[in-house]
């Protein structure tokens, strides 16, 4: 669990940018050999997305395999690759909210995804 907050510093990510000026951070952390699993199996993330919000109340949560979008732009997703030295079949997932919460959230889900 990585805090990559620095790397939004001037992002166009309405979500991203308006958690970080409440005060929010952004965590990532490396899921080694995950590359492409999330998003061809889009109702187990919907799953681990429920569970999040239903245990955390997180909902800032975004896989690297979604990006660019979400006003998250290229050059934000090499520093987020670079950031958590990513391999070429590795993913990561993003939470972005208070740091404690944020915090609970990661753990909650890499509870659910290991």
């Known amino acids: 669990m990585k805090d990559i907050t620095e790397i939004f510093s001037e ?5 991203i940018e308006d958690a970080i000026s ?3 951070i952004v965590l990532g952390e490396k899921m080694e050999n995950f590359r492409d699993m999330l998003s061809e ?3 187990t993330v919907k799953e681990m997305i429920t569970t999040l919000e239903e245990k955390t109340g997180v909902k ?3 896989f690297s395999d979604e990006l660019p979008k979400y006003g998250v732009t290229a050059k934000e997703k090499m520093d987020i690759e670079k950031a958590l030295e990513l391999g070429e079949k ?3 997932v993003l ?3 208070q740091k404690e919460k944020a915090e609970a959230g990661m753990k909650v889900l890499l509870q659910e995804i290991r």
Request: overall charge negative.
């Open 22 to 24: 409440k005060g929010g």
């Open 60 to 62: 800032g949560l975004i």
């Open 11 to 15: 992002t166009n990510s309405e979500f």
């Open 41 to 43: 199996n889009p109702d």
């Open 90 to 92: 590795d993913a990561a």
């Open 95 to 97: 939470i972005t909210d």
